[in-house]
């Protein structure tokens, strides 16, 4: 008999960090319900080693012109260890360990928006895909290493660990299709994260997702 082997994304699995159900969440979607909210989504696992790479997908849907965040990896000592923070219509500003680059996206009329955010510490690198096409990449933070104690939710800046919601930086809308890899995905894989196709497996996934509600937030089909 052989035992299927799962490849190791965010290391996480047994022992310390709090486990939560899993659930596959395939065409499946968050629906932030109310403006101005202080509702977000804790994530588990947290990763198991520090980070020196990592790539994030996600997609959304908003009308929301003020500022929000989307996915907040707070630690003690830096509450934007990790963010993506939508400032303004036409601009993502995507942060590590406190610093940020900015890029700016093409706005039509109100559609969904899938982004990738991939880092890598030795080069100092910060890549971001929107709607599966890169955008010119940045640097950031060359030399950084991620902190695994960590909160980490959607919907929310942090502005403390775990704490410190601004209702006026909150995301209203629908979220789905969330990922981290603790390594950058290829072109390729960037590709498909966009298409919605097979992707590397991970511990933290919308197929295998450990979550937890806070607030005004339901689990709904995405509309298609
Ligand atoms: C991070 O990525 C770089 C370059 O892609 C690689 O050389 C390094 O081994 C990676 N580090 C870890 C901890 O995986
Ligand atoms: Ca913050």
Redesign the pocket.
């Given at each position: 008999m052989t035992m299927e082997k799962i490849p190791i994304c965010l290391l996480i699995l047994t022992g310390l960090s709090e486990t939560l159900p899993q659930e596959d969440l395939h065409r499946k979607t968050f629906v932030f319900r109310e403006d101005l909210s202080t509702a977000y989504v804790i994530l588990r696992p947290l990763p198991e080693?520090?980070?020196?790479?990592f790539t994030i997908c996600l997609r959304s849907l908003s009308d929301q012109t003020r500022p929000y965040g989307l996915f907040s990896y707070a630690t003690a000592t830096e509450d934007n260890e990790i963010l993506i923070f939508k400032p303004k219509h036409g601009e993502y500003r995507v942060y590590v360990g406190g610093d940020y680059v900015a890029f700016k996206i093409p706005e039509g009329p109100t559609d969904w928006e899938h982004v990738c955010f991939s880092w890598?510490?030795?080069?100092g690198l910060a890549e971001f895909w929107i709607n599966g096409k890169p955008q010119p990449r940045k640097g950031l933070k060359k030399g950084h290493t991620i902190s695994t104690k960590a909160f980490l939710l959607l919907g929310q800046d942090q502005d403390s660990y775990g704490g410190g919601y601004d209702p006026y930086n909150s995301f209203t809308g629908e979220l789905t299709d969330v990922y981290m890899w603790?390594?950058?995905l290829s072109p390729t894989k960037m590709r498909s994260a966009y298409q919605d196709l097979q992707l590397p497996r991970c511990t933290l996934g919308w197929r295998n997702l450990q979550y937890e509600i806070k607030g005004d937030v339901v689990v709904k089909a995405r509309l298609r």
């Amino acid at each position: 008999m052989t035992m299927e082997k799962i490849p190791i994304c965010l290391l996480i699995l047994t022992g310390l960090s709090e486990t939560l159900p899993q659930e596959d969440l395939h065409r499946k979607t968050f629906v932030f319900r109310e403006d101005l909210s202080t509702a977000y989504v804790i994530l588990r696992p947290l990763p198991e080693e520090p980070l020196q790479n990592f790539t994030i997908c996600l997609r959304s849907l908003s009308d929301q012109t003020r500022p929000y965040g989307l996915f907040s990896y707070a630690t003690a000592t830096e509450d934007n260890e990790i963010l993506i923070f939508k400032p303004k219509h036409g601009e993502y500003r995507v942060y590590v360990g406190g610093d940020y680059v900015a890029f700016k996206i093409p706005e039509g009329p109100t559609d969904w928006e899938h982004v990738c955010f991939s880092w890598e510490s030795a080069a100092g690198l910060a890549e971001f895909w929107i709607n599966g096409k890169p955008q010119p990449r940045k640097g950031l933070k060359k030399g950084h290493t991620i902190s695994t104690k960590a909160f980490l939710l959607l919907g929310q800046d942090q502005d403390s660990y775990g704490g410190g919601y601004d209702p006026y930086n909150s995301f209203t809308g629908e979220l789905t299709d969330v990922y981290m890899w603790d390594y950058i995905l290829s072109p390729t894989k960037m590709r498909s994260a966009y298409q919605d196709l097979q992707l590397p497996r991970c511990t933290l996934g919308w197929r295998n997702l450990q979550y937890e509600i806070k607030g005004d937030v339901v689990v709904k089909a995405r509309l298609r």
